[in-house]
């Protein structure tokens, strides 16, 4: 079996396990795969795999990467991803390459996605980025700021707000990384009543996937765990 595959399996079923344990209901987390510096083979051998998602940190590799896909295996339908940060000279590429974005911190870069989201692709899914831990090395707005950005972003035309997304400091014990968990998984409770588009709570990675299911978050993501160590050489 591919070690890709067999990654898979098993990260799936601790997503089960621990979406169980909770008492939560079967396929309600979404695993995200974080292909960031992974060869086109390894996306090839996941999806293989049956794994569709796909997160990318950086344009233009990313870009790279769906413009292949497209092009040599276009009866895959690949959900694409962009969760690193964004400059707004990348936002054409953004908005015409990616199905979601996880890291929307301004107005201004959500109206540039709008503006120069394809006629012919659906809205483009956005995620608000929280910077829950207050870190100036990550980007991210605060929770108090969070709702007046989603409520401008709803009057904008080709993208759809979908929910939150959070990297918390990273933490070890698992009752520190609930706790650095549960103000975004509140807030998002509180949207989700009152927005009818928001349904995402992208929390969780590697390290931390088991307590930010117990949380609440609807999708993980996961790099480490399924292509293994990256190299940035």
């Not at 972003?153 to 080709?158: D, E, R, T, V, W």
Request: hydrophobic fraction near 40%; charged fraction near 20%; proline fraction near 5%.
């Amino acid at each position: 079996m591919c070690h890709i595959k067999k990654n898979i399996q098993q990260v799936r079923e601790e997503i089960d396990h621990a979406t169980h344990k909770c008492g939560r209901l079967d396929h309600s987390v979404q695993l995200l795969a974080v292909s960031k510096t992974k060869p086109i083979e390894a996306i090839a051998d996941a999806v293989a795999a049956g794994q569709t998602a796909f997160g990318e940190n950086y344009v233009q590799e990313g870009v790279e990467k769906a413009d292949y896909f497209a092009k040599h295996h276009p009866e895959v339908p690949i959900e694409w991803h962009f969760i690193g940060p964004i400059q707004s000279n990348k936002t054409r590429l953004i908005a015409s390459h990616f199905d979601w974005v996880h890291s929307v911190d301004r107005i201004k870069i959500a109206k540039r996605l709008s503006e120069q989201r394809p006629a012919y692709l659906p809205p483009l899914n956005v995620l608000v980025q929280v910077n829950t831990s207050g870190e100036a090395s990550k980007s991210g707005i605060t929770l108090d700021e969070a709702l007046a950005l989603i409520e401008e972003i709803q009057a904008l035309p080709n993208i759809t707000v979908r929910g939150l997304m959070s990297i918390p400091q990273p933490e070890t014990d698992y009752q520190h990384q609930c706790a650095a968990f549960a103000p975004l998984a509140k807030a998002f409770d509180s949207l989700k009543a009152s927005i009818e588009t928001i349904d995402t709570l992208s929390m969780g990675m590697s390290g931390d996937m088991t307590a930010a299911i117990a949380c609440g978050s609807t999708m993980v993501r996961i790099g480490t765990a399924i292509f293994g160590a990256r190299d940035y050489r």
